[in-house]
């Protein structure tokens, strides 16, 4: 996800470290901040595999600053990766949060709406965070927001479902739109 969110931010425009940082913590951060020591060996291992490049500059004040910049291998590798998205990145909310932020960079309408049909798939397979009990250690039947006492797991179920039904009707609305564009 960190990976996906550097190349993504540097595709749209070269940054400077610290502004790369501020734009994926604005991304991410309020579930996993992002700490230099997490971002800067990010970095290091893009810029060896040839995805980005970086280049010094004066700095306004004091110290020069390092300004990055995405090298055509890094933006084939964004739109490789973006074309590629499934497990995590379609099940995970904040990874498919930073898919989405980027999708646009894919190249055309039938590439996007593949990407979001995975997600479709994903979303409209039966799912619940509460089973009964079932048998051979196999989770029963999916537990209903109205089956609990518990006004708090209702809460989550019900927050759960009409997140869901949210991005449903987005999800048929944008992939009408995206057909059309590509009829």
């Known amino acids: 996800m960190l990976e996906l ?3 993504g ?3 749209e425009q070269d940054l400077h470290g610290y502004d790369l940082r501020r734009r994926v913590t604005h991304l991410t951060g309020h579930v996993r901040p992002i700490s230099d020591g997490t971002l800067y060996p990010a970095i290091k291992r893009l810029e060896r595999a040839g995805l980005l490049t970086r280049r010094t500059e004066p700095g306004t004040r004091a110290a020069p600053r390092h300004v990055l910049t995405l090298t ?3 933006r084939a590798e964004l739109r490789r990766r973006l074309a590629a ?13 930073t898919v989405l ?3 646009r960079h894919l190249p055309g309408p039938a590439d996007q709406a593949t990407v979001l049909r995975r997600r479709l798939a ?6 619940s965070f509460f089973h ?7 989770p029963g039947l999916p537990l209903r927001a109205e089956d609990f006492p518990d006004p708090f797991r209702r809460g989550l179920l019900h927050i759960a479902r009409a997140t869901s039904q949210a991005e449903l009707s987005w999800l048929h609305s944008t992939l009408a739109e995206l057909d059309g564009a590509t009829a």
């Open 101 to 103: 932020a980027f999708l």
């Open 122 to 127: 994903f979303l409209t397979e039966p799912s």
């Open 85 to 97: 998205t499934e497990g995590t990145a379609l099940t995970d909310e904040n990874h498919w949060f």
């Open 132 to 138: 009964e009990p079932g048998t051979d250690g196999e």
């Open 9 to 11: 931010f540097l595709y």
């Open 72 to 74: 055509e291998a890094g």
């Open 5 to 7: 969110a550097i190349l």
